[in-house]
Nanobody, 124 residues
């Protein structure tokens, strides 16, 4: 059974760093693209970043480009989202999701399997 479990969320101050993890089971990372999404209170879910299964190609939304880094560890079957220089606009529930290995952008409708989410709060 394909499963995704996020972890690493918490309360941090602006300017701090945080690393989210997405542990996958029931499949190998190179067979799916993994995306990170977030949903802030009262807002729609938005795509943050993704790493394609086929070639490991990465994509970042403009709002996080230069601050966030997505990576994967095939040996641990885990995808990470390193979040640096966070700001209050980064607050939200972060979800990882798995989609076709050919997907190269984090568009939610193209992802089939979702984790339960991990909450990130950026506040002073």
């Amino acid at each position: 059974q394909l499963q995704l479990v996020e972890s690493g969320g918490g309360l941090v101050q602006p300017g701090w760093s945080l690393r989210l993890s997405c542990a996958a089971s029931g499949f190998t990372l190179d067979s799916y693209t993994i995306g990170w999404f977030r949903q802030a209170p009262g807002k729609e879910r938005e795509g943050v970043s993704c790493i394609s299964g086929r070639h490991g190609k990465t994509f970042y939304d403009d709002s996080v480009k230069g601050r966030f880094t997505i990576s994967r560890d095939n040996a641990k079957n885990t995808v990470y989202l390193q979040m640096n220089s966070v700001n209050p606009e980064d607050t939200g529930v972060y979800y990882c999701a798995a989609g076709s290995a050919l997907v190269v952008v984090p568009i939610a409708e193209w992802y089939d399997y979702w984790g339960q989410g991990t909450e990130v709060t950026v506040s002073s």
